[in-house]
């Protein structure tokens, strides 16, 4: 390695490479695939809508014109760059480098990043999820506090965290080295957010199609397998659903395994945003969510330190990944 390059920071280091092989990848396939990375220029406006915070940067950008599209590509990459930067550093708290390292990988090529491809809600609330538990292992409360509040106006969803995001706030607070109202800002902070983020797309009523019916995607609840498709029909079409079904087994397997060399807190983290996306009717981008669950991927990457297990790690990664692209109908 160059000496260069071994001054700078592990965390920039892993998550730079990580996104940029992971990103190059992604958007040669979507082009490979005819799918245009990025929003077209005429259709920009269309995808104005939904969240207030998703509204609200829609219509900031789009005064760039006819650069708008590729203003906010260009966000949303360097959102996902500073979430793997994140990434890393919330597990290197309590983890070895190897295994943050392993954990940027994974959460960089998991097979619900192809749902940041263009750049929509999804691809800022899962960066600035993944910011606000980095602040929050870094004893940065108030950070913590407003990022996942951030996150919430892009995606409400993300307050699933809140319940794990107190719980660490106040075990990670010392009252002689942190002030007093900081425990509030990461506890009582995010709740406040979305009860305001709540009220406001009331108070707006659809106008910039923003409403209180815009803040979450179709939940109908699933009506169970179509058992007269095509095998391959019916598993490309209800991967959604065997990728979180496998996630939620293997997170399970993980917390058991792993109970006594992680902290208490991950499963607090992790299960609930692998098991809400099963309330929505496949397929859909609410398996993006799991992208909020970072100790899950730590979870991955104490299993892949395990050379018999990384191999066999990377290949299911890669075949969900497929999975996914075919219900999307990429391919």
Known sequence: MHPLVTRIHPSYRTAF???????????????LAGVSPMLAAEDFSSFAGGSPGWSLLVHTVGLCGDY???VLAGLGELSLLAGCVAVYRFVRRDQLPQTAESATWLWAASPAMIFTIPAGDWTFAIALAAVALMALGESRHILAGITLAAAMWF???????WPGVAFLGWQYYQPSKHHSMSIWAATLGPLVAFILMVLTAIGMAGRYGVSIRTLQGPSEWRHGFDWQSAPMEMIATHSADL?????IVVCLVMVVGYFRQVPKSWPLLALPCL???????????AIAMMLFALPFFGYLARAAADPVAE???L???LGALLLMMLSRGVF
């Open 315 to 317: 290949t299911a990664s």
């Open 311 to 313: 191999r066999p790690l």
């Open 68 to 70: 708008a599209p590729q």
């Open 17 to 31: 490479l990580a996104w940029f092989v992971t990103r190059s990848v992604l958007w040669i396939a979507a082009a």
């Open 275 to 285: 098991a809400w996306p099963l309330l929505y009717q496949p397929p859909t981008a």
């Open 155 to 161: 995606r409400p969803e993300a307050i699933l965290l």
């Open 243 to 247: 990728f979180l079904l496998a996630a």
